[in-house]
């Protein structure tokens, strides 16, 4: 623990229970109600029964809680917490908790995990939890000289870096590298020191940051120039996961629809126009668990923007291609900055019941199960693009939220639903009108 402005936070990494195995194939969750499929997840999980009470909006977040996460707090917006089935992730079972306001992300993740799951599941690898620290210097009269200064420094900077986190460096983390580049820019030359850090369990913007901040003085030295920025970048291209799954074609409606996702793929890769909706498909998945587990959504997102648009143009995170045996193969890349270690990971008790449920003990199987649900989330849209088109599916379920606008409650909701579904009509004056007759029947 450590003490910041007179609060002792404690930093030890939440972390789930034991691995037990389980089964997340839990076919006919969707027709229990919310408190009886919390008692469902919370039993085939293997966890104790309380253990997700927090995901109960009366033992969430208290509003006390939350006048020390931000400021100026006046209130607690809920955002529906689902939890995505069937997912198999590097060989185990995983129930995912999705935070979203969307529509059919939940179904949709847990209907293209279960056509992976024939074919093993989902595949990850990284490249380990490696953040980068940028110290931008200004000034500087040989830039290129000063560059090979700061190199010849290396093992000084980074053993300075190291001195700031003996807690980070005795878990085997730390600094890693030095890389320096010349940047030309309007405003002249810029000399940009880039520290490698490998922050372990945490997403490790403090902690990297911390770090730059205590090196700038000398990295400005070292360089005769003077020392601006020193922030971490968002860009965390040493910190990449890598998903990969085979979907089953028969389930997916046979070898024309694995065509046509191929084509899909194709199009968002060669088209920036297409590219933003196919990631924003991705992102669906992939905010809801970052978002539920109490992580930096804005850092990931930028994070994988910036991926895709790395080599100059903007382009597809996922790719898919005509697999064996007909079936077609997916994967994804990006960087995923998560942690289990800060934040609001460590203060919310939403966030701590998600990592609970996820049965996850580090960053990097957090990463594992994030970049899954966005591979997953991205098939399911593409299947139905392909096929019958997003609107008989994601509108489908989108009706019981306009029955729900239009003032309908209990089980109105579902007849009003199932009504302007069988019009073709999913509108809110039509369900305000059905719900009126309804009413007047009664
Ligand atoms: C919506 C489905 C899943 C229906 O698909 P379906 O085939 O009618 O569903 P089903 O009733 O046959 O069920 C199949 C499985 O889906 C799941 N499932 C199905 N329904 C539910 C439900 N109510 N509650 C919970 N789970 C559900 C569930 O896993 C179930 O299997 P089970 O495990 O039960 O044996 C399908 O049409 C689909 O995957 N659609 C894609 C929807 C989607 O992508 N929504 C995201 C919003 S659209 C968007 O923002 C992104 C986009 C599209 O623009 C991106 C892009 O352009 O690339
Ligand atoms: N551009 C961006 O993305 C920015 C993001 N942020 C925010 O920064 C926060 C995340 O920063 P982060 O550094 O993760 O948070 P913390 O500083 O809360 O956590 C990191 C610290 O936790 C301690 N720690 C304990 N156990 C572990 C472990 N197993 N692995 C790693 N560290 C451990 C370490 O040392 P010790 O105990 O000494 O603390 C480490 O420095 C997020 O809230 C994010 O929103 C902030 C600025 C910019």
Redesign the pocket.
Known sequence: MRSVAGTRLDRRPIRGGAPVSINS?L????DLDATARRAAVTEAAGLDAGALDALDPARGLTLEAADHLIENVVGIIGIPVGVA??FTIDGVDRLVPMATE?P?????A???A?MTRGHGGFRTSTTGPVMIAQIQVVDAADPEAARLRLLEAREELLALADAQDPMLTSLGGGARDLVVRTLPTRTGVHLVAHLHVDVRDAMGANAVNTMAEALAPRVAELADGRSLLRILSNKADQRLIRARAVFDAELLGGAQVVRDIVHASAFAEADPYRAA??N??IM?GITAVVLATGNDTRAVESGAHSHAARGGGYTALSHFELGEGGHLAGTLELPLAVGLVGGATRAHPVAQAAIRLLGIRTAAELAAVIASVGLA??L??????AAEG?Q???M??HARTIAASAGAAGEEITRVAERIVADKLIRLEHAQDVLAELRSVR
Do not use: P, Y
Not at 104 to 108: D, E, H, K, L, R
């Open positions: 194939r076919s006919g969750l969707r089935t069937n969307e059919s992300v939940v179904a949709a847990s209907n293209a279960r909706t196919h924003k498909g669906n989330q991205n399911a849209a593409l299947r139905a693009l997003i008989r599916g994601h489908t379920l």
